[in-house]
């Protein structure tokens, strides 16, 4: 499901860009599919990388672990269904920029500017992560290091970047960024109190040094960390 997240948005905007033809601006219709996909395919092959060879997500292992009779149908109502709404939902500015007519203005290229950082935190703090449990050296210990000693969350906070970045491209019509605000909005709430951060650090609790982590690095927004304490687990 998670690799299919990155590619359904994909999907979404080429679909978008095709039917939009003739509508909306060519240059920001191609924009925005462009960062669309570059987004969600690069999301996509992370995720496949990182889960080839490993059981279900603990995630959606909690979910499927309620289901009151058929797994497959608890599956199909409370995650598949669910998240292609939600596909559908949060795609909205990709949707409602390529159907303005405008030429892009300062506010697009600072929406796309905003994207970038975005995709620059996921990428960056993956490829840290990455080496990081690549080394046996660190089993068992807790990531502190590079974007990861800024922010517990990298490539949340980068996903937050992303979706308010494309919100903005949608903005030089008022009608299309009233249409699609609530995108960003929703995709903040699901990665700090949703399926994002939240579930995430109740699944981290019980690791040894995650409670002096927390206590020196920012939840969510990046800033410098605090000074460690002598005994704080680190990587």
């Known amino acids: 499901m998670d690799i299919a997240w990155g590619v359904g948005f994909t999907a979404v905007a080429v679909v978008t860009c095709v039917a939009s033809a003739g509508q909306g601006d060519p240059v ?4 925005v599919t462009a960062l669309t996909a570059i987004w969600g395919l690069r999301l996509a092959a992370h995720i496949a990388r990182r889960g080839r060879g490993h059981g279900e997500d603990p995630r959606y292992e909690a979910i499927l672990s309620k289901a009151p009779g058929n797994r497959n149908a608890y599956a199909l109502r409370m995650i598949y269904l669910l998240q292609g709404a939600l596909v559908w939902l949060v795609s909205l500015p990709v949707q409602a920029a390529q159907y303005v007519p405008d030429p892009p203005s300062v506010l697009t290229w600072a929406g796309a500017g905003l994207w970038a950082v975005g995709l620059g935190f996921e990428a960056v703090g993956d490829a840290q992560l990455a080496r990081f449990k690549a080394d046996p050296a660190n089993q068992g210990r807790i990531m502190d290091r590079g974007l990861w000693s800024w922010t517990r969350h990298p490539n949340y906070f980068g996903d937050f970047c992303v979706w308010w970045g494309l919100f903005l491209t949608a903005c030089d019509s008022p009608a299309a960024g009233a249409v699609s605000v609530v995108s960003p909005v929703v995709m903040s709430l699901l990665l700090t109190r949703g399926s994002g951060k939240r579930l995430l650090e109740k699944h981290m609790a019980d690791r040894p040094g995650y409670t002096e982590y927390q ?6 927004f990046p ?8 005994g704080a687990g680190a990587r």
């Open 28 to 31: 920001r219709r191609l924009l």
């Open 223 to 230: 800033r410098p960390p605090k000074r460690k304490h002598s």
């Open 215 to 220: 206590a020196r690095t920012s939840g969510f």
